[in-house]
Nanobody, 127 residues
Framework: QVQLVESGGGLVQAGGSLRLSCAAS????????MGWFRQAPGKEREFVAA???????YYADSVKGRFTISRDNAKNTVYLQMNSLKPEDTGVYYC?????????????????????WGQGTQVTVSS
């Protein structure tokens, strides 16, 4: 059974940093794209960042220059380093993974491209 488990969320003041982790089990994702999405209260889930199988990275405009996505294939884990956090970054952050390997997308921000999802971790940024 495939599982994605997020961790690292919490409460932080504006300008602070957090590092989210997403540990996968049940299969390896080293050759698959993985991504992070978030959902704020009352809003739809939105794309944050993605990393493809060859290490290419993609970001929402709202987080470019502040967030960095990375992966450790040996640990089957993807990370999201979040710096200079803003109150509008508040939300539940979800990890996602594609079931297919060695695939390039035209749009890594489409949730439909991902087949596995974690339960989410809460990030709250206070002003």
């Amino acid at each position: 059974q495939v599982q994605l488990v997020e961790s690292g969320g919490g409460l932080v003041q504006a300008g602070g940093s957090l590092r989210l982790s997403c540990a996968a089990s049940g299969r390896t994702f080293g050759s698959s794209a993985m991504g992070w999405f978030r959902q704020a209260p009352g809003k739809e889930r939105e794309f944050v960042a993605a990393i493809n199988w060859s290490g290419g990275t993609y970001y929402a405009d709202s987080v470019k220059g502040r967030f960095t996505i990375s992966r450790d294939n040996a640990k089957n884990t993807v990370y999201l380093q979040m710096n200079s956090l803003k109150p509008e970054d508040t939300g539940v952050y979800y990890c996602a993974a594609d079931s297919l390997s060695f695939r390039y997308y035209s749009n890594y921000g489409r949730a439909e491209e991902y087949d596995y999802w974690g339960q989410g971790t809460q990030v709250t940024v206070s002003s």
